[in-house]
């Protein structure tokens, strides 16, 4: 159906920071992104996600909204956002904006009002207590970019919650007047012509009225935060993924249903299970969000049990729930690097990892820079821009390495960025990848992407078929893609050593890594074989 563009479709994510820089001031731009349409057009994505753009003091690089309205200048005008939307259209992509829906700047005029009293019309719309009487926070609820999650304020003397920095303080949907608020400003956008929302931390959007205290975690490993970060040591029952993020949901819904074939997205992050469960609860039933992702493939295990876990989990309990995977984004090591194995060219993972993404059920995310098979970038501690890279160096590096900018021309000053000294610098090692260079070579990675994604988008099956784990042992994934007839198995090989190919000769084959004939898959080896 048309209304359902989303359901199976792959959504290319924009960060516009580094994707390409249109006036030479080192920093992308809403121009750029609309020059680079073309790129994300031959790549075969059905949408663009564009990473916040709004106006913002950008201590968060623009997840701290002050102006929701408002394009901060440094990406353009509002009137470049509506040409981009305009463009995109007409190369068939729909646009979906990234919002940021459980917190603010400590900019943004709501919050300057809420600040000033413990009175005033805006009192309320963030999260504010009292001291405890010896003058500590009110619980032991920890922010993710280290230490507590509560700022002291000396107008109100009070505690205001942030769960991110100290200057992004949270909004308390508690209030049906943030309700409002926040939907009145995701309207001004759809009026504009936008197709849906990426929410950011979605589960991170309601408090616990009570303010009760976390208790320790049972096993910190399970976290999706590094272990040199102290968050990671609760257990997050009160200060996030609260039942009370439900009812919000179905207004969204309300707001978007409105407005017709458009989709939200949402981002839920938390321990494995948990999240599996959110995934389901946040999209079933068509009257909340239409497809969630987490963090489950986000993480540095690659390996059967562990892929198979994670679908077998979820399908068990799916219902009519919508999953949108991803392998990569703008917050995680770039997945060639994160799941590197001695020996193996990164070009051979990443093949191998999206091949296996695009065989999963559900819709795709593929974050930029990813079909070209990008490596993280190694940066110095004087390079580093993100405060959580600043803030926990050197255990743990931060974001900064896999944002840096896309390469589009091995030819041209900072691999065709450009013009001027860009926000962080060009990794070396990404300008031989460059998208130029890679278009006109029909054996690159990019061009594995470009197939892999046609075969997928031809294939009922692959967009929207079952999914089934078929019994094997060893490195050896077999997974059973299946609709109305169309049978499709997609084999993987995880180990290092070669291993039997259990579909040789049963079908026609739509996407290998080695001869068709082959008895054997090599070492993260893959078949997608029609069998039916």
């Given at each position: 159906m048309a209304s359902e563009w989303w359901r199976g479709g792959i959504v290319y994510e924009i960060y516009p920071r580094s994707f390409k820089d249109s006036n030479g001031d080192g920093v992308g731009d809403l121009?750029?992104?609309?020059?680079?349409l073309g790129h994300v057009v031959?790549?075969?994505?059905?949408?663009?996600?564009?990473?916040?753009?709004?106006?913002?003091?950008?201590?968060?690089?623009?997840?701290?909204?002050?102006?929701?309205?408002?394009?901060?200048?440094?990406?353009?005008?509002?009137?470049?956002?509506?040409?981009?939307?305009?463009?995109?259209?007409?190369?068939?992509?729909?646009?979906?904006?990234?919002?940021?829906i459980s917190h603010t700047s400590d900019e943004h005029a709501w919050f300057k009002e809420s600040r000033e009293s413990r009175d005033n019309p805006k009192a309320d719309w963030y999260v504010w207590s009292d001291m405890k009487r010896d003058g500590g926070p009110p619980t032991n609820w920890l922010s993710v970019f280290g230490g507590p999650s509560w700022q002291w304020d000396t107008r109100r003397r009070q505690y205001y919650l942030h769960n991110f920095l100290t200057t992004q303080p949270d909004l308390n949907f508690h209030s049906h007047q943030v309700q409002d608020a926040v939907l009145a400003e995701m309207r001004f956008w759809l009026e504009r012509g936008i197709d849906g929302f990426r929410l950011d931390a979605l589960n991170m959007m309601v408090h616990d009225r009570e303010l009760r205290d976390n208790p320790p975690a049972d096993d910190p490993s399970k976290s999706e935060q590094p272990l040199s970060n102290p968050y990671t040591y609760q257990m997050h029952l009160f200060d996030k993924s609260r039942p009370e993020v439900v009812p919000m949901l179905r207004r969204?819904?309300?707001?978007?249903?409105?407005?017709?074939?458009?989709?939200?997205?949402?981002?839920?992050?938390?321990?494995?299970?948990?999240?599996l469960r959110l995934m389901r609860d946040y999209?079933?039933?068509?009257?909340?969000?239409?497809?969630?992702?987490?963090?489950?493939?986000?993480?540095?295990?690659?390996?059967?049990?562990?892929?198979?876990?994670?679908?077998?989990?979820?399908?068990?309990?799916?219902?009519?729930?919508?999953?949108?995977?991803?392998?990569?984004?703008?917050?995680?090591?770039?997945?060639?690097?994160?799941?590197?194995?001695?020996?193996?060219?990164?070009?051979?993972?990443?093949?191998?990892?999206?091949?296996?993404?695009?065989?999963?059920?559900?819709?795709?995310?593929?974050?930029?820079?990813?079909?070209?098979?990008?490596?993280?970038?190694?940066?110095?501690?004087?390079?580093?821009?993100?405060?959580?890279?600043?803030?926990?160096?050197?255990?743990?590096?931060?974001?900064?390495?896999?944002?840096?900018?896309?390469?589009?021309?091995?030819?041209?000053?900072?691999?065709?960025?450009?013009?001027?000294?860009?926000?962080?610098?060009?990794?070396?090692?990404h300008v031989p990848l460059a998208a130029a260079r890679q278009a006109t070579d029909a054996a690159s990675t990019l061009n594995f992407?470009?197939?892999?994604?046609?075969?997928?988008?031809?294939?009922?099956?692959?967009?929207?078929?079952?999914?089934?784990?078929?019994?094997?042992?060893?490195?050896?994934?077999?997974?059973?893609?299946?609709?109305?007839?169309?049978?499709?198995?997609?084999?993987?090989?995880?180990?290092?050593?070669?291993?039997?190919?259990?579909h040789l000769g049963h079908g026609?084959?739509?996407?290998?890594?080695?001869?068709?004939?082959?008895?054997?898959?090599?070492?993260?080896?893959?078949?997608?074989?029609?069998?039916?």
């Open positions: 121009k750029g992104i609309t020059e680079r031959d790549l075969g994505a059905d949408a663009i996600w564009i990473a916040p753009f709004f106006k913002s003091p950008m201590k968060d690089f623009g997840y701290d909204v002050s102006d929701y309205r408002q394009v901060d200048p440094i990406f353009g005008t509002l009137a470049d956002f509506e040409a981009l939307v305009a463009e995109a259209h007409k190369r068939g992509l729909k646009v979906i904006t990234d919002y940021v969204i819904r309300a707001l978007l249903d409105e407005f017709g074939a458009t989709t939200s997205l949402a981002e839920v992050g938390d321990e494995t299970a948990t999240t999209s079933s039933g068509g009257d909340k969000v239409h497809m969630c992702y987490g963090f489950d493939f986000l993480n540095p295990t690659l390996s059967v049990p562990h892929v198979r876990g994670i679908i077998e989990r979820f399908e068990a309990a799916a219902g009519d729930s919508w999953p949108c995977w991803a392998f990569s984004n703008h917050d995680v090591i770039r997945q060639a690097s994160r799941w590197a194995r001695p020996g193996e060219p990164p070009e051979k993972l990443a093949r191998f990892a999206a091949a296996l993404l695009l065989s999963l059920r559900g819709s795709i995310c593929l974050y930029q820079g990813e079909e070209l098979g990008l490596t993280e970038a190694e940066l110095t501690f004087e390079q580093l821009q993100d405060p959580a890279g600043i803030t926990f160096w050197p255990e743990y590096k931060g974001r900064d390495g896999c944002r840096t900018p896309m390469p589009w021309d091995d030819t041209q000053a900072n691999a065709g960025f450009g013009a001027g000294k860009p926000w962080l610098p060009v990794s070396p090692g992407y470009r197939k892999a994604i046609a075969v997928r988008k031809a294939s009922a099956a692959l967009r929207l078929g079952d999914i089934d784990c078929e019994e094997t042992s060893g490195d050896v994934l077999v997974l059973h893609r299946d609709l109305d007839g169309e049978k499709v198995v997609c084999v993987f090989n995880f180990g290092a050593a070669a291993a039997a190919n259990p026609k084959l739509l996407l290998t890594s080695g001869p068709e004939d082959a008895g054997e898959i090599e070492p993260y080896g893959y078949r997608w074989v029609r069998v039916g």
